[in-house]
């Protein structure tokens, strides 16, 4: 992916390629993390998120979530799925002229199908934050696995 606006400089990566297996518990778990030191992406920034996921095929939902702010933060992208052996994913978030104005695009990609997030957020970013990959289980003994991901800041 590349920066949609001119001018963009990278100032923070994140690039994941060792995986994170979550097993063996239920509640909403952190694979990733890129923290983003107070107004690291500026008032026009915009961050890039790329994932690939493996996970138990069976009936039961595994959870993905990417999220704005940390574990509690805002959900940018969540995709719930069963009966996949796994699915990718790819985001883009943009300030939009402020530091705590966002607008979002997102896709999850599996066999079967594409799934689209669009949003908006008030999120502060001249304040220190972070984007989160989550995982949630619905049965602890599936797995739902990161097998990589990139996470890309950059300012203008």
């Known amino acids: 992916m590349n ?7 990278i100032v923070e990566q994140l690039i994941q390629a060792a995986s994170v297996a979550l097993t063996g518990g239920v509640a909403e778990t952190v694979l990733a993390t890129l923290p983003l030191p107070a107004g690291l992406i500026g008032p026009n920034g915009e961050i890039e998120i790329e994932y690939d996921m493996t996970e138990t095929n069976n009936a039961n939902n595994k959870t993905v979530t990417v999220r704005l702010g940390g574990l509690t933060g805002t959900a940018l992208l969540t995709h719930t799925a069963n009966t996949l ?8 978030m943009r300030q939009r002229n402020a530091n705590n104005s966002q607008q979002w695009n997102g896709t ?3 066999a079967a199908a594409i799934a689209l997030s669009r949003g908006t957020g008030a999120v502060n970013l001249s304040a220190d934050s972070s984007i989160v ?3 949630t289980l619905a049965n602890a003994g599936d797995t739902l696995t990161l097998e990589s991901c990139k996470i890309r800041a950059y300012k203008q």
Request: hydrophobic share 35%; net charge positive; charged share 10%.
């Open 3 to 9: 920066p949609n606006i001119p001018g963009l400089q």
């Open 85 to 92: 052996a796994g699915r990718a994913g790819r985001m883009c």
């Open 108 to 110: 999850t990609f599996t």
């Open 133 to 135: 990959i989550t995982g």
